[in-house]
């Protein structure tokens, strides 16, 4: 995993009017959400059975994640490569592995260590900051308060 220095730390929005802009640019909200905390994911790269993602952690301020008008806060951004098992399984859902891949399947490794480190901090720092040029006016500083 890496850590990115960016000026989304601390940005707050609303969660339902971001989350629309998020999956506009291809984010989607990430499978580990809970009512008080959650991610915006993007792929940077795949190959085969490798993915390196964007996650953009962030915590619920007010209100519970699955309501539009909750008030979210982002946290600090990171880069994660995920490894996947590509191939037949045989379990529940065999029938889903018919064709060698699982989208419910566990990452053989959801935290590999990432190659050419500076490359995917440099490719996830400036994917963030034309992130926060797109919200422009629909994220605001972490002191401020939405209505």
């Known amino acids: 995993m890496l850590k990115l ?7 707050t929005a ?4 971001i989350r629309d802009q998020m999956n506009e640019l291809g984010y989607d909200l990430g499978g580990n959400w ?3 905390a959650g991610s915006f994911d993007s792929t940077l790269w795949c190959d085969k059975n490798e ?3 964007l996650r953009l952690p962030f915590t619920v301020l007010d209100g519970m994640l699955d309501e539009y008008d909750a008030f979210i806060s982002f946290q600090t951004p990171f880069v994660i490569k995920h490894v ?6 045989k379990d529940k859902h065999s ?5 060698g891949f699982n989208q419910f399947q566990d990452p053989v490794d959801p935290d590999a260590q990432i190659q050419e480190k500076n490359k995917w901090e ?4 400036k994917a963030v ?5 797109y919200l422009g006016n629909g994220t605001n500083a972490s002191g401020q308060t939405n209505p």
Request: hydrophobic share 30%.
């Open 122 to 125: 440099t490719a996830g720092e």
């Open 95 to 99: 029938l889903l592995t018919a064709s």
């Open 129 to 133: 900051s034309r992130l926060i040029q």
């Open 51 to 53: 993915k390196v993602y």
């Open 34 to 36: 809970g009512y008080d």
């Open 14 to 17: 609303r969660f339902g009017d």
């Open 84 to 89: 996947v098992n590509i191939g037949l399984e």
């Open 5 to 11: 220095q960016t000026d989304l730390e601390g940005k």
